[in-house]
């Protein structure tokens, strides 16, 4: 996936739906898929394409649960426009409070890597 996506091969609409068709519930994604996923979105925004592209905002939530932690921060803020349109802007935010959900539960996970002391 990560060939086509810098490939251009097929829509990307098609390689989020089949990503997130073979990503087992509870997985994520690899951190090299997930950022490359993360920053075709934050472009998609910045470039305003997303605004009209109704099937891939359906499918943002539902990426944003699948994709590795460590990327996250590349989809927090996104770039927000006054004229946005509302389903537009309530799809924002829907990324939005996903993202701040898992952030926030993220912190609250103890690092495998600490020691603990008896």
Known sequence: ?????????????QVVHQ???ACP????????????????IRQRV???SL????????????????????SLN??????RHPDETPSYAEALHAVTQ???VRQALR???PSLTTSRTP
Not at 1 to 13: I, N, P, T, Y
Request: proline residues 6%; charged residues 20%; aromatic residues 4%.
């Open 1 to 13: 996936w990560q060939q086509r996506l810098r490939d251009g091969a097929g829509s990307f609409h």
């Open 98 to 100: 996903v993202i701040a």
């Open 51 to 70: 605004a009209d592209d109704y099937a891939l905002r359906s499918l943002l939530p539902e990426l944003c649960c699948a994709l590795h932690a460590d």
């Open 25 to 40: 519930a509870g997985e994520t994604l690899s951190p090299p898929l997930s950022a490359a996923l993360a920053d075709a």
């Open 46 to 48: 910045e470039a305003r």
């Open 19 to 21: 990503v997130l068709a």
């Open 107 to 109: 912190s609250l996970t």
């Open 74 to 79: 590349t989809l927090s803020p996104l770039t």
